[in-house]
T-cell receptor
Framework: GAVVSQHPSWVICKSGTSVKIECRSL??????MFWYRQFPKQSLMLMAT?????????EQGVEKDKFLINHASLTLSTLTVTSAHPEDSSFYIC????????????FGDGTRLSIL | LAKTTQPISMDSYEGQEVNITCSHN???????ITWYQQFPSQGPRFIIQ???TKVTNEVASLFIPADRKSSTLSLPRVSLSDTAVYYC????????????FGQGTELSVKP
C-alpha cells in the first residue's frame, strides 16, 4: 500500500521549453503533496507544499512563477517547470501524505530533468 | 521544525548490525520520528517510524529514549544492498506537516 507514482522518470528538453511532472497517489487519497529538488550528492530540498484545491505554499527562495504547482485532486499533483534553463536541471521528487497523525510521507521515484 | 543531526557516513561489513543515531534536541511534543532510505536516482523509501520507546518491523528497529532528543535506527545483519543514504526526520504529520531533510548518513556496506 501507499504507492506514489511519478511521471516521467526522466526527461531531456531544450532550453526555454516548459516541462510538466505528474505525481499520483495510487492507493490512497493524499490531502497534501510535497515537491522536492535534489542535486547530486546533496540532500532533498523542499520546494513547496501542495494541498488539494488550494494554492501551493512555496519555500523561501523558490520562484512560484518558475515552478507552477497544481493539486487538482486528492490523487494528483503536477509540477510545471516553465521556460526551463540548464540551471533547472535536477532530480525532482514528490511525496504524498494522508495528512493524519502517524501517517508518514510516501515518495515517488523521482524525475531526472536535463535541460540542454 | 526540529533540526536533526546525523553522522555523515558510516562503514560496515556484511552480516554486522548497524546502528545510526540521530540527534533532535528541539523535538516537539507532537512530532514523530521517521527514517527513510534512499538509493541513487530513486525517491526515499520509508523504513520505520516511532514516537517513543522501541518500534520494530521486518527490516529495522527504532530506539527512542524517554526524553526523545535522539533516536537510533538499528539494521540487523546488513547486506551489500543496504548501502544507501539514511535520513532521520522529525515532524508532525497532523494535517500534513512538512519535513526538512538533513544531510543524512551515507552507509557503505563492504563484503
Amino acid at each position: 500500500g501507499a504507492v506514489v507514482s511519478q511521471h516521467p522518470s526522466w526527461v531531456i528538453c531544450k532550453s526555454g521549453t516548459s516541462v510538466k511532472i505528474e505525481c499520483r497517489s495510487l492507493d490512497f487519497q493524499a490531502t497534501t503533496m510535497f515537491w522536492y529538488r535534489q542535486f547530486p550528492k546533496q540532500s532533498l530540498m523542499l520546494m513547496a507544499t501542495s494541498n488539494e484545491g488550494s494554492k501551493a505554499t512555496y519555500e523561501q527562495g523558490v520562484e512560484k512563477d518558475k515552478f507552477l504547482i497544481n493539486h487538482a485532486s486528492l490523487t494528483l499533483s503536477t509540477l510545471t517547470v516553465t521556460s526551463a534553463h540548464p540551471e533547472d536541471s535536477s532530480f525532482y521528487i514528490c511525496s504524498a501524505t494522508m495528512g493524519k497523525r502517524n501517517q508518514p510521507q510516501h515518495f515517488g521515484d523521482g524525475t531526472r530533468l536535463s535541460i540542454l | 521544525l526540529a533540526k536533526t543531526t546525523q553522522p555523515i557516513s558510516m562503514d560496515s561489513y556484511e552480516g554486522q548490525e548497524v546502528n545510526i543515531t540521530c540527534s533532535h534536541n528541539n523535538i516537539a511534543t507532537n512530532d514523530y520520528i521517521t527514517w527513510y532510505q534512499q538509493f541513487p536516482s530513486q525517491g526515499p523509501r520509508f523504513i520505520i517510524q516511532g514516537y517513543k520507546t522501541k518500534v520494530t518491523n521486518e527490516v529495522a528497529s527504532l530506539f527512542i529514549p524517554a526524553d526523545r532528543k535522539s533516536s537510533t535506527l538499528s539494521l540487523p545483519r546488513v547486506s551489500l544492498s543496504d548501502t544507501a543514504v539514511y535520513y532521520c526526520l522529525v515532524g508532525d504529520y497532523n494535517q500534513g506537516g512538512k519535513l526538512i531533510f538533513g544531510q543524512g548518513t551515507e552507509l557503505s556496506v563492504k563484503p
